[in-house]
Nanobody, 114 residues
Framework: QVQLVESGGDLVQPGDSLRLSCAASGNSFSINMMGWYRQAPGKPRESVATITDSTTIYADSVKDRFTISRDNANPTTYLQMDGLKPEDTAVYYC?????????WGQGTQVTVSS
């Protein structure tokens, strides 16, 4: 059984930075894709960034501010968030595709407010 554990969410001010982490445990070999999604109150869940061995994709709203990375050896994915804005406030979920199946973390709250 695969489990994803996220950490790093916090309450920050506009312009601040945060780094989210998501570590996989269990049968987590052959990870095809790692990614981050977010869901703000009253809005659908949206893709923030995804990464494979060859491709990285960002939502337009976070390009040039967020950076996704992965460590296949552990395995872990990170989301470095710089220049945070109030509209980035949401619950952030990590996901990993392992042997064709999606796994999700429990979510971590990011709040950007002055």
């Amino acid at each position: 059984q695969v489990q994803l554990v996220e950490s790093g969410g916090d309450l920050v001010q506009p312009g601040d930075s945060l780094r989210l982490s998501c570590a996989a445990s269990g049968n987590s070999f052959s990870i095809n894709m790692m990614g981050w999604y977010r869901q703000a109150p009253g809005k659908p869940r949206e893709s923030v960034a995804t990464i494979t061995d060859s491709t990285t994709i960002y939502a337009d709203s976070v390009k040039d501010r967020f950076t996704i990375s992965r460590d296949n050896a552990n395995p872990t994915t990170y989301l470095q968030m710089d220049g945070l804005k109030p509209e980035d406030t949401a619950v952030y979920y990590c996901t990993m595709v392992i042997a064709g199946r999606y796994y999700w973390g429990q979510g971590t709250q990011v709040t950007v407010s002055s």
